[in-house]
């Protein structure tokens, strides 16, 4: 089931990015000490009191200057509300109550939606409560002090917020509709590709609109199987794009792709893998999304019986973010094995949910070990591994528990990797491998809660 979203709003230059980094734990929100550096709203992932949730930071409000971006940034700033169960208005304790604070108030208080006031860069914890006090007057309740780059009143928040979330469905059933965005660069065939797989399905479900403009979500049914389907807009070089439409386009894309199960990156045969299907590979990477690589056009290619390998030879050496995504020649125009496109993403996905037992994870591990020991420092340090574990899926997740992460060096690393792959599959979708230092002691203390790391 979807994570809550938290819409984080405040006039420009009062904290919200700081804000969103701290409850996420992160530093991805853009920081920087001019107004109006965020423009697109962002989402990030966090967790208190056993409660997960989205936080999305937007853009500064403006509501009586219509120049340059500030249109857009309202928009997006109302995109965010309009999908939010509560906001929090951040405001800012030092400069006190402005009648911007006030405008933005007024317009929250038509959009049915709780508030949390957070007034930010309460630096001193003596002096937060009588700089709160004087937002008591935007009618949202008690304000709450906190310094977003201290931490400090951040748990309060938090402790408001979760309070406010709807109750947590926990007897739902298993979301069984799989999300497939369809990405790549413009004009590679990815809207015929769509229009190809409504043309093979016999049982349309339903055309919906989805949570971006340019980006329509279409659900179709095959062999009892629900698969979303998102059209996202063509992804160019970012430092070819304006900011305008476009380049709140290209940020809806990357917003499609972390809110699929899978994504199918279509290339191009004739042009090749270009530098902006590379930032495309990497960025599903890092996003832990499974991967389907769909080379369009196949139909165009002049071919002989050993062309499809050397192509797809040619194709992995520039892919090599992807090496674990299986690759389908097709060709949306003529229909050619899009049909098996969507038997591609039942298998990356199931993948992409599979949990692995312990005792088979310290099998792989063992058998590695005895292929190739851990390295050995000049000192005399040998990196020991003592087992392993799964901790999540979505991508699956493992943590390693060694007598010291620096011991294990790049190359190392890769090689259980490869350990991994080549013992327990997983292909078509990401993994990731956690090295966590562990004391002789606290293994033995812990070695009974291994599964529950």
């Not at 977003?148 to 748990?155: A, Q």
């Not at 660069?185 to 919906?208: D, H, T």
């Not at 993403?345 to 058998?367: A, F, K, M, P, W």
Request: charged share 25%; glycine share 8%.
């Amino acid at each position: 089931m979807p994570l809550p979203i938290i819409a984080i709003l405040g006039r420009p230059n009062v904290g919200k990015s700081t804000l969103v980094n701290r409850l996420a734990g992160s530093r991805e929100a853009i920081v920087h000490d001019e107004p109006g550096v965020t423009r697109d709203r962002t989402y990030q992932e966090a967790f208190w009191c056993d409660r997960d949730f989205t936080v999305v930071d937007t853009g500064g409000l403006v509501f009586d200057d219509d120049t340059e971006f500030l249109p857009l940034i309202r928009e997006q700033a109302e995109l965010a509300l309009a999908e939010a169960v509560l906001a929090v208005l951040v405001v800012d304790g030092q400069a006190g109550l402005t009648a911007a604070d006030s405008e933005i108030a007024d317009w929250l208080r038509h959009q049915n939606r709780p508030i949390v006031v957070a007034v930010n860069k309460c630096e001193s914890p003596d002096k937060g409560a009588a700089q709160a006090a004087e937002f008591w007057g935007l009618g949202f309740g008690e304000p709450l002090p906190i310094s977003s780059i201290h931490g400090s009143g951040t748990g309060e928040l938090l402790d408001r917020v979760v309070e406010l979330l709807p109750p947590a469905d926990k007897s739902a059933e298993e979301e069984t509709e799989i999300g497939v965005a369809i990405v790549g660069r413009p004009n590679v065939g990815k809207s015929s590709l769509l229009n190809s797989f409504l043309g093979e399905q016999r049982a349309i479900v339903s055309p919906i609109a989805g949570t971006t403009r340019d980006a329509i979500d279409t659900v179709i049914e095959r062999n009892d199987q629900r698969y979303r389907l998102v059209d996202t807009a063509g992804i160019r070089r970012k430092r070819g794009v304006d900011y305008g439409p476009e380049f709140f386009g290209i940020n809806r894309s990357f917003k499609a792709i972390r809110r699929a199960d899978v994504c199918l990156l279509v290339i191009d045969v004739l042009d090749g893998v270009t530098d902006q299907d590379q930032k495309l590979a990497g960025r599903i990477e890092e996003d832990g999304r499974a991967c389907v690589i769909v080379v369009n056009k196949w139909d165009a290619h002049e071919k002989d019986s050993s062309t499809i390998y050397e192509v797809e030879r040619q194709l992995r050496d520039r892919l090599y973010f992807l090496d674990w995504a299986p690759m389908i020649f097709v060709s949306a125009l003529t229909g050619q094995r899009v049909e098996k496109i969507l038997d591609q993403v039942n298998t990356v996905v199931e993948q992409h949910r599979r949990r692995v037992g312990t005792s088979v994870i310290n099998e792989v591990l063992g058998d590695a070990i005895a292929w190739r020991t851990p390295p050995t420092t000049r000192q005399g340090r040998q990196g020991r591994i003592y087992y392993g574990t799964q901790v999540t899926t979505q991508p699956p997740s493992f943590t390693l528990f060694v007598n010291d992460p620096k011991l294990f060096g790049e190359s190392y690393r890769r090689y259980i990797e490869r350990q991994f792959r080549e013992s327990l599959g997983f292909s078509g979708t990401p993994i990731r491998l956690f090295w966590r230092g562990k004391k002789s002691r606290e293994l033995e203390r812990g070695a009974n809660r291994a599964t529950r790391v």
